[in-house]
């Protein structure tokens, strides 16, 4: 079985959005990166830090997956990263309200020894430092390592982000933040300024509007799944990601055409995230619901044109 390898936040998040509000619940970006990474047969593990204020029954529910945890360090007396956010009218954008990096400001990732040797690394969203020394501890260079992040470490460890970048094969980024990154307003250009910094690829992320897979000259798009009620974006992004690598670790194929399908596939999952507050709906997600959603992804994008 193929095996990845996560970092990323695990955390509490609070969210608005024009449907209601929650209270502290389980988030994070490794948090959504794993739940969406288990709907695939691989081994996966995630490195994460929490404060023993994490009730014991959010983890749980990373452990019933399947997803091994030796390497979420559990600091005494320390309080879990914290996020608050809340949604505009449209969904499409949000304000961060709250971050509180908490016991992630000091955080020094352990890589488990059974997992040095990961097919698929994933660097989720948190401090370029802590991604950069993931990398460092790998005792064989991964088939593949992608790296997700966002504006908060580009305002505030731009130096560090770039160096990290600089050691990835795939970026994924959502629009506003490779504009930033890039200073261009082009996705296209701003793929190729990407490009130039590292990877080999770079998946654009646009949320309602799908998302872009740039390879040397080539770009491929995926749809995002017109859906009928869309209740809370958050970790869309992070459930994108998760089916992206998820997918690649089971095929361990790593070729731009299989990249292609595990857009899709990230796609797919991301469809699910948004319809409920939180990881619920990932939590209660079924194979078959996932199997009949990918035909309709089929359908959406199939067309049969004459060409000249
Ligand atoms: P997404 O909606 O996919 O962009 O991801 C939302 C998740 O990212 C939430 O669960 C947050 O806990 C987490 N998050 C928010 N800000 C940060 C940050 N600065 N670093 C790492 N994770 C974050």
Redesign the pocket.
């Known amino acids: 079985m193929g095996k990845l390898l996560i970092v ?2 695990v ?1 509490f ?1 609070e969210i608005e959005t024009p449907f209601g509000k929650t209270d502290k619940i389980l ?3 490794a ?2 990166i794993g739940l969406a990474a288990a709907q695939f047969k691989i081994e996966s593990a995630i490195v994460s830090v929490v404060g023993d204020d994490m009730p014991l029954e959010y983890l749980e529910v990373l452990k019933d997956k399947d997803i091994d945890l030796s390497g979420l360090e559990i600091v005494k007396g320390g309080k879990t ?1 914290y ?1 608050k956010g809340k949604y505009h009218n449209d969904l499409n954008s949000r304000d ?1 309200l709250v ?1 509180e990096l908490n016991t992630l400001a000091d955080f020094s990732p352990k890589v488990p020894e059974n997992f040095k040797d990961a097919d698929v690394v994933m660097l989720g ?2 401090h370029p430092n802590i991604q950069m020394s993931v990398i460092d501890q790998m005792t064989e260079r991964p088939k593949l390592i992608v790296l997700d992040t ?1 504006n ?2 580009m305002n505030n460890t731009l130096e560090e982000l770039i160096d990290v970048i600089k050691r990835i094969d795939v970026l994924t980024i959502n629009d506003e933040e490779a504009r930033q990154l890039t200073g261009e307003y082009s996705l296209v250009k701003a793929a190729a300024k990407i490009h130039t910094m590292g990877p080999e690829y770079i998946v654009i992320k646009k949320g309602e509007h799908g998302a872009l897979l740039f390879h040397e000259s080539s770009i491929f798009f995926a749809p995002a799944l017109p859906l009928e009620e869309v209740f809370d ?6 459930t994108f990601a998760g089916g992206f690598v998820g997918y690649l670790t089971a095929t361990k194929n790593v070729s731009f055409s299989n990249l292609r399908n595990a857009v899709i596939h990230g796609s797919n999952l991301a469809s699910f995230c948004v319809e409920r507050f939180g990881t619920e709906r990932m939590l209660s997600l079924k194979k078959g619901e996932v199997d009949k959603r990918l035909h309709q992804f089929k359908e959406l994008t199939q067309f049969d044109i004459e060409l000249q």
């Not at 974006?233 to 992070?238: E, H, I, L, M, V």
């Open positions: 990323g936040t955390a998040d988030g994070g970006a948090t959504f990263f996020w961060t971050t969203n948190l966002m908060f470490w974006p958050t970790g869309a992004g992070d």
